[in-house]
């Protein structure tokens, strides 16, 4: 780990946060953090604490594993030892940041038509695309598909189309095709937007059709004097697979690349054809540090610190009991969001007589699920705490925020 040009991590995850002075480290409970003085081995608070003379810094939590021993060798002991950082000397403090909590945003995709797009006898014809990772996995290409608003019929005297119709009857069809389905649906709240003598009116797909329970839209029979233009809206809505915590793989797929979905008008041959509508588009956005992710990076530092996590073996979810993997496992909420805090330092080598090698570098990566808003102020204290310890000695680095 000495010899890299990056950063050695090693991760955390967060319970809570050991905030007062003078706690052994063997007192920690499982999942707290604290800042601790090697000079007396206790941990200093998060609001006033100092280090004592020639005490470095250390990041210590008490260890999930709760068991120090496997079966009954005394000599396979210490496993329930506090996780330790290297020794950090606040004068080699070298960045101090953390991430924001960023939820997934949805891509979205519409098309709109005006009052006189629809002529009786005309079929108007929309063209979906979904593209990114879960299209590729799911197809081995990426997926289109197209929805026509032939089946409309017109009354005697009628010269166009309701619009909202015409759209709606599009909709139904893109959205009943089963390659599509698993992937988009109508907007939430209504996937339908209906504007009448600039009055608009959003409605679902079944209710611009008249096949809803209630709410149903009475469509237009002159579009044109009504002054009637609609809107379709759709919304990515791919759900991934994945299995629980029992059989857990970290070898296992999860996504972090966002569909794309585009809605576009084209001619009854499939070329491309803009002369009467408009197209709109909003990309996807995946969330940040999710906790799959975090999992992973905490199961990373176990394994260096050789602490085993099995997997793939039929019998890989007794043994993670045996060897207590399982309580990490349950540790991180794989579903939610975690906020990171990171503190970076290097180990300077005085002895390097040649320059080949570069300062040893640490990088101490501490989660915390977005959610916990206590949780999250006491991290930040103590990030606060190292940058004041770090100043004190004259290392004027500054704790950045992800605003910043």
Request: charged residues 20%; negative net charge; glycine residues 10%.
């Given at each position: ?67 120090d ?70 197809l ?18 009628q ?29 939430t709240g ?35 004097g ?138 101490y990566?501490?989660?915390v ?24 000695v ?11």
């Amino acid at each position: 780990m000495a010899y890299f040009n990056h950063a050695f991590c090693k991760s955390f995850v967060v319970s809570d946060v050991v905030t007062t002075d003078g706690n052994a480290t063997s007192a920690f409970a499982a999942g707290h953090i604290g800042l601790v003085d090697s000079s007396d081995w206790k941990s200093i608070a998060t609001a006033n604490g100092t280090l004592g003379d020639n005490g470095l810094l250390y990041l210590v939590q008490g260890n999930y594993l709760t068991n120090d021993s496997l079966g009954n060798n005394p000599g396979h002991g210490g496993y329930s030892e506090s996780n330790k950082s290297k020794g950090i000397n606040p004068k080699y403090i070298t960045g101090l940041w953390k991430s924001a909590c960023v939820d997934p945003v949805k891509a979205t995709a519409s098309v709109s038509i005006g009052k006189s797009c629809s002529p009786c006898g005309e079929t108007q014809y929309v063209r979906v695309d979904i593209k990114g990772s879960p299209a590729l996995r799911f197809l081995n290409k990426n997926i289109y598909a197209i929805g026509d608003s032939g089946s409309v019929c017109c009354v005697d005297g009628q010269t166009h189309v309701d619009p909202g119709v015409a759209l709606a009857t599009i909709g139904k069809m893109l959205l009943a095709d089963p390659v599509v389905k698993p992937f988009i649906q109508e907007a939430t709240g209504g996937g339908i937007v209906i504007t009448t003598g600039g009055s608009a009116a959003t409605y679902t797909i079944a209710q611009a059709l008249g096949e809803a329970g209630s709410g149903n839209y009475t469509a237009s029979t002159d579009p044109v004097g009504d002054n009637v233009s609609a809107e379709l809206k759709v919304e990515a809505a791919y759900v991934e697979t994945k299995f629980g915590n029992p059989s857990f793989d970290t070898r296992d797929f999860y996504g972090k690349e966002p569909l794309s979905v585009e809605l576009s008008f084209v001619d009854m041959k499939g070329d491309p054809c803009d002369s009467c509508g408009t197209s709109s588009k909003t990309p996807g956005k995946m969330q940040q540090t999710s906790g799959e992710s975090v999992l992973r990076k905490v199961l990373l530092s176990e394994a260096y610190a050789q602490n085993p996590f099995s997997q793939g073996a039929i019998d890989s979810a007794r043994i993670r009991e045996i060897e207590g993997s399982d309580k990490i496992l349950a540790a991180v909420d794989r579903n939610a969001l975690y906020r990171g805090f990171y503190i970076q330092h290097s180990v300077p080598r005085f002895n390097n007589p040649t320059g080949t090698f570069d300062n040893d570098q640490y990088l101490y990566e501490i989660y915390v699920k977005c959610s916990d808003d206590a949780l999250i102020a006491k991290m930040e204290a103590l990030l606060n705490r190292v940058e004041a310890l770090a100043n004190d000695v004259k290392n004027m680095v500054k704790a950045s925020s992800p605003d910043a």
